[in-house]
């Protein structure tokens, strides 16, 4: 299976993973917001609350998360910056045998990111830019943050190895 852009391995990553697993964690999927919407993704109930949620995939199996500062689409912050929702869901290593799902509050990790990494020369934001073969389609300045930390600093609310829904892993 190939994808021509990012945008379609997302959707297809998030109906194949993140959705069927979240629904028998006990999530109901409210409302689908419009790209680009402030706060988020979607709009999902669970354990009796409703919550906002960020969802991003990255397709390898990483030990960084990608924390997106800057997006030149509009010249705005990226989502870590500007983005209002409740939680990110982060789907790492869809295209490996054990992907899984990192659940972070997104306000306790936008805090923790300007409070410790922005403007940290520890920390370096990287620029991603568009590439030929449309799988991103503009440039945007990241900071690549081992998975590890995120965990010793308590920044996650769960963390789950998932399991496809019909085929699976994705295409490499």
Do not use: C
Not at 8 to 18: D, S
Not at 32 to 50: A, N, Q, S, T, V
Not at 70 to 94: C, H, Q
Not at 100 to 122: C, E, Q, S
């Amino acid at each position: 299976m190939s994808f021509k852009s990012d945008v379609a391995y997302e959707e297809w990553a998030h109906e194949v993973y993140q959705v069927p697993f979240l629904e028998r964690k006990g999530v109901t999927f409210l409302e689908r917001y419009e790209p680009f919407h402030k706060f988020g993704d979607y709009r999902i109930l669970w354990h009796d609350k409703e919550y906002n949620v960020e969802f991003k995939v990255e397709r390898l199996p990483r030990e960084n998360l990608a924390l997106e500062h800057w997006s030149d689409k509009g010249n705005n912050p990226g989502w870590m910056m500007k983005s209002e929702a409740d939680l990110l869901i982060y789907l790492v290593g869809g295209n490996s045998k054990k992907p899984r799902n990192i659940i972070m509050k997104m306000p306790k990790l936008r805090k923790w990111f300007a409070d410790t990494v922005y403007d940290n020369p520890k920390f370096r934001g990287r620029i991603r830019e568009p590439d030929s073969n449309e799988w991103q389609d503009n440039q945007t300045e990241f900071y690549a943050i081992p998975i590890e930390m995120l965990e010793q600093e308590g920044l996650w609310l769960k963390s789950w190895i998932l399991k496809p829904k019909g085929k699976g892993p994705g295409p490499s």
